[in-house]
């Protein structure tokens, strides 16, 4: 039974194309620039460069303060507008984090989860203890000159 037959069963209708959210795959290029090759040619290469750019200081970033991975997401995203491979990568991204957020909601994934982060919490707090304990707080200002 389809989605449409199924939803028009119960009086609501659905369009089946609105939730797929796919697009098709190619470039998204004005038509005027995809009708001459030699523009065609010179606007890829300048979404490549634009987006290599974007890549790059996200990459920067991931070592520097700043949102790495959010920024070289933003550079795929902006390949994607252009390259095949790009959006191919997009869509496996966003499929992959769609299964982890849903895994993630899981009761049994959230219960285990806060129970190992209330268990790494007892031991960090247990060592910032013992070392509290062992050699005292000493603050900076009142180290003494050696």
């Not at 795959?25 to 040619?41: D, I, M, N, T, Y």
């Not at 499929?95 to 982890?100: D, P």
């Not at 009761?107 to 203890?129: D, E, M, Q, W, Y």
């Amino acid at each position: 039974m389809s989605g449409e037959v199924a939803a028009a069963a119960h009086g609501v209708t659905v369009d089946e194309s609105e939730d797929r959210e796919e697009r098709a795959l190619g470039s998204r290029a004005p038509e005027f620039v995809k009708a001459r090759r030699a523009l065609h040619l010179s606007w890829q290469v300048g979404v490549f460069i634009v987006g290599l750019a974007v890549v790059a200081a996200g990459a920067a970033m991931l070592v520097l303060p700043g949102p790495g991975w959010v920024v070289i997401f933003g550079g795929m995203a902006i390949w994607a507008t252009e390259f095949v491979w790009a959006q191919l990568v997009l869509r496996w991204t966003k499929r992959k984090v769609t299964e982890a957020a849903q895994r993630a909601l899981d009761p049994k994934v959230r219960r285990r989860n806060i129970i190992l982060t209330s268990i790494g919490v007892v031991i960090a707090a247990g060592l910032a203890g013992a070392y509290l304990w062992k050699f005292g707080l000493v603050m900076p200002w009142k180290i003494e000159d050696q």
